[in-house]
């Protein structure tokens, strides 16, 4: 079975926040340390119900075990600053700025001396 986001997520959770033990412990009450070894390789798949149930008991935000969280490990410096600002937001103004860069996808181009310009310019 390939390795999944899921899979990929609960390997990033078993292995740097709390050791593979430590999380078989916590999620005792759904999987054991067999079947959460299995789950984290991609052995296993990790249906819905699986998913929010981590998600719940580790207090993680619904749906985090479905989004790519290793590509944060690989963030540039510019995109770490970027979700550092925005942290300090109200959810308000962070779905407003959503939709703000999500309007500007596909209309801006990155000049020679790697400034940005207008597409349409």
């Known amino acids: 079975m390939a390795r999944t986001t899921r899979s990929k997520n609960l390997d990033l959770i078993r292995w740097l926040n709390y050791g593979h033990e430590k999380t078989a412990g916590k999620l005792a009450g759904l999987t054991n340390a067999n079947y959460l070894s299995k789950m984290a390789t991609g052995d296993m798949a990790i249906g819905d119900h699986e998913a929010r149930e981590i998600e719940r008991i580790l207090t993680l935000p619904v749906g985090w075990m479905d989004r790519d969280n290793t590509a944060m490990l690989a963030m540039t410096p510019t995109e770490f600053e970027l979700y550092q600002l925005t942290k300090q937001f109200p959810d308000e103004t962070k779905v407003a700025l959503v939709g703000f860069l999500a309007s500007m996808k596909g209309q801006q181009t990155v000049g020679v001396?790697?400034?940005?310009?207008?597409?349409?310019a």
Not at 113 to 120: C, I, K, P, Q
């Open 113 to 120: 001396a790697g400034s940005t310009r207008d597409s349409d």
